[in-house]
């Protein structure tokens, strides 16, 4: 009778964990999935909400593993949502700029939509200023994952996703895993792994648009990236193969800066092609610990700070150049010019094209890794 009792009473915490409804000052860490509409096709998307006892909420769907929604406590305690996104999926399925979504297989750019291989050429879709940008017209940021919650201390959603032979141009069958965990002191860690069946290239990572005001633009939001040196680019924002030092240049982030300070300095022509910043940022410290400090992101009003730490050897520093108030955001608000940034956590645009950058190649029998976390803070 007592294994009876004890067996239910275990079956009835497994089932809060995963279900229990948050409540005004206890909040009840776990997992809940709801329903988040139809593809095109029929096939049903989910909404996953990461919880963790501090309040802290990240919402996800399986269309393109996006975070649509991200709360975070301010100096006040106040929770806001400070990531932009869409209150529906039909709002992503007609077109977004990525947000809050995983890019792949290739984050950023490819010179061209071409690469070579084992001396065989590859043709990649072009979709961006005649490149290729974050996996092409139909990369990982619009398929449907399959999700699992995974089982644990902390909240976390498995997501994963067979890229077949030739999708978009991209060789081999790839099976590609990202968790999301949302963890105790406020972080949300992002690990991906990825195999495939013959060679290939992959550079996965996130896209989520940040704005720790919660509204209004990024300008006033101060900036360190833990990086010397960035990458120059062309007029179509690829890479010359120049590793430039920042010193003395408007992308020298290594003290707490302002974006708006030099954001609109076109006497540098780097800012003339980006629009403002959108370039790959070379990371100085060492990751031989496993992760390294990428970026410390914080907005004065709020107090809210954002640490980022990566395996990743480099982080592309996007300052929403292209946001034009075309796409309406959650509430029915459009997003325009700068009301979000990105820091991409990755390997270097246009690596396969460079054989002088860290490589990007994925080979049968071997497993592509790659961690992230986006830890938040306050500073009163």
Same mark, same amino acid.
């Given at each position: ?66 975070? =649509? ?90 997501? !994963? ?43 996965? !990572? ?50 707490? =800066? ?69 796409? =309406? ?9 700068? =009301? ?41």
């Amino acid at each position: 009778m007592y294994s009876k009792i004890f067996q239910l009473a275990l079956l009835a915490g497994v089932i809060c964990f995963f279900s229990c409804k948050n409540t005004p000052g206890t909040p009840q860490p776990g997992i809940e999935k709801s329903a988040f509409g139809q593809m095109p096709d029929g096939r049903a998307v989910e909404l996953y909400t990461l919880r963790n006892a501090q309040g802290m909420e990240v919402k996800i769907t399986t269309y393109g593993g996006t975070i =649509t929604s991200w709360t975070a406590p301010d100096k006040a305690g106040t929770y806001a949502d400070i990531a932009l996104g869409c209150d529906s999926l039909a709002d992503y399925l007609h077109g977004t700029p990525y947000f809050g979504a995983i890019i792949g297989r290739y984050g950023n750019r490819i010179a061209k939509g071409k690469f070579t291989l084992d001396s065989v050429a590859y043709t990649l879709a072009t979709n961006n200023i005649g490149n290729h940008l974050h996996g092409g017209i139909a990369g990982f940021d619009k398929v449907l994952w399959s999700a699992e919650a995974v089982p644990g201390a902390e909240p976390a959603l498995r997501l !994963t996703y067979q890229s077949k032979d030739g999708e978009e141009g991209y060789p081999g069958n790839l099976s590609a895993t990202v968790t999301y965990t949302l963890q105790k002191d406020n972080a949300l860690k992002i690990d991906y792994t990825a195999t495939a069946d013959k060679p290939t290239i992959v550079n996965l !990572t996130n896209h989520t648009y940040f704005n720790l005001a919660g509204n209004g633009d990024i300008l006033g939001h101060e900036l360190l990236l833990h990086a010397d040196r960035f990458l120059p680019v062309d007029s179509t924002l690829i890479p010359t193969g120049e590793l430039r030092p920042v010193s003395g240049t408007v992308f020298d982030f290594t003290s707490a =800066t302002p974006i708006g300070a030099r954001i609109n300095d076109t006497s540098d022509v780097q800012i003339r092609y980006g629009l403002g910043y959108d370039h790959c940022w070379v990371l100085t410290a060492s990751d031989a610990d496993g992760l390294r400090p990428a970026a410390v992101l914080s907005e004065p009003q709020s107090g809210r700070v954002l640490e980022v730490l990566t395996t990743e050897p480099a982080v592309q520093f996007y300052s929403g150049n292209f946001l034009d108030g075309t796409v =309406t955001g959650k509430g029915d608000l459009p997003y325009r010019y700068r =009301t979000g940034l990105c820091l991409e956590t990755q390997h270097y645009p246009d690596a396969p094209n460079r054989p002088e950058f860290p490589s990007t190649v994925l080979r049968p029998g071997e497993m592509y890794t790659s961690s992230t976390v986006y830890r938040f803070s306050v500073k009163r």
